[in-house]
């Protein structure tokens, strides 16, 4: 064996010892790898001295370019790496770093031998060609196992927006999805249903609108999928409603809607909020003269009541009676509406309709009179109190539908 051979083959042979010299180094200056538990680390200290035999033995000693062969177990490294989430620029440069060490090693190990340095600086043209080879391969298969985890993750989002608004699911179910999904539960969260004016989305897509809550909420903890009702969105605790309707038109337009849930953990939290999001979307889609966000926590006693059925209706006409109609006195339900308002005090009402305290008292007597309502009954209070907010957000009280006096 000549003097080349005897250095590459004194190199291999110290491989594990180069191989721990490698990650500590890495560990140092990659975040990722710094906090990687010993099972993981064991992995990549068998990737290392795997790469560093592939250096050693076919690029060294034959000079020979990389086979197909050669670079299978580099490739399914690489998918692997993808979809452990390795960020690709510290995966990378975790080479870069083996290979920068590995020849500064075999440098030092030829000392002054001129002879030896010439026939080692021989092979670097070998070195770089391979080396090339190896950092392409694994680029090409990280970038395609992470477009095929993309857009299976896609899919995954899509089940899991309808999954939450399942009438019925197991739990267990959803969990596993979450976790698949890495979806922190035990974190809050709120979530919001975006309804595009057709079911289109007018070409937009779950990408497009996760990147437009991203940057106007300033958070990466955006997800989207989309479902049957719209795009379903996990978001932070508490989103700014003026960030959804900003997104909401830009994406759709203006005559695009959202409801939103309320803050929620784990899987029963999360269905919860998407129940309420869509409760929201659809009693909003009721009211009149609102905005494009529709908190469930502003509609909350309308659901309750069960505005827009024909059970809220034929309750509000059974309460109000005449006042139902498209032909009520406007006066006479802004009366009922201040005394509900201000709790049935007489002078707060009386101050909201800018009229004096004997008027008001004049017209709870008109009132009574001719819709035999009994303000000072408890109950009679609570149901018409009741029948006004579904009548308000039925819009059967605007002001053109109801005649004055």
């Known amino acids: 064996m000549d003097e080349l051979h005897d250095l590459i083959g004194r190199a291999h042979r110290g491989r594990r010892r180069l191989a721990n010299a490698i990650i500590a180094d890495c560990a140092e200056r990659l975040p990722h790898y710094r906090q990687l538990p010993k099972v993981l680390l064991a992995d990549v200290r068998r990737s290392v001295e795997h790469h560093l035999t592939l250096f050693y033995r076919v690029t060294l000693e034959t000079g020979r370019p990389l086979t197909d062969d050669d670079l299978a177990y580099s490739r399914r490294l690489a998918r692997l790496r993808a979809s452990q989430r390795v960020p690709m620029g510290e995966f990378l440069t975790f080479f870069l770093v083996g290979l920068t060490m590995s020849w500064r090693e075999l440098m030092a190990a030829v000392g002054d031998d001129a002879l030896l340095r010439a026939r080692l600086l021989d092979r670097v043209s070998a070195v770089i060609s391979n080396q090339t080879q190896l950092m392409t391969a694994l680029t090409e298969s990280y970038v395609e196992e992470r477009e095929r985890l993309s857009r299976f993750r896609e899919q995954d989002l899509d089940d899991f ?60 903890e955006v997800r989207v999928g989309r479902a049957r009702e719209g795009f379903v969105a996990l978001l932070p605790s508490e989103p700014e409603p003026k960030s ?162």
Do not use: N, W
């Open 244 to 405: 959804l309707a900003a997104a909401a038109e830009a994406l759709f337009g203006d005559t695009a809607r959202v409801g939103l849930g309320s803050s929620g953990r784990d899987v029963a939290g999360l269905r919860r909020s998407a129940r309420e999001a869509l409760r929201a979307l659809r009693i909003g889609a009721t009211l009149r003269g609102v905005g494009r966000v529709h908190a469930y926590r502003d509609v909350a006693v309308l659901d309750l009541v069960g505005a827009g059925s024909a059970a809220a209706d034929e309750f509000t006409r059974g309460v109000l009676g005449a006042l139902a109609t498209t032909s009520a006195s406007r006066t006479h339900l802004a009366t009922l509406r201040a005394l509900a308002h201000s709790g049935y005090r007489l002078k707060l009402a009386a101050a909201e309709l800018e009229v004096h305290p004997h008027t008001l008292s004049y017209r709870l007597k008109q009132i009574r009179a001719r819709y035999g309502f009994d303000l000072d009954d408890a109950d009679v209070r609570l149901r018409v109190h009741l029948a006004l907010l579904i009548l308000e957000a039925q819009g059967a009280a605007a002001g053109s539908r109801a005649r004055p006096g």
């Open 161 to 220: 927006a309808e999954l939450l608004l399942a009438d019925e699911v197991v739990e267990s179910v959803l969990e596993a999805r979450a976790h698949a999904l890495d979806l922190a539960l035990d974190e809050p969260c709120s979530i919001a249903l975006f309804a595009p004016p057709s079911a289109r989305g007018g070409g937009a897509a779950a990408d497009d609108l996760q990147r437009e809550l991203a940057a106007r909420m300033r958070s990466s």
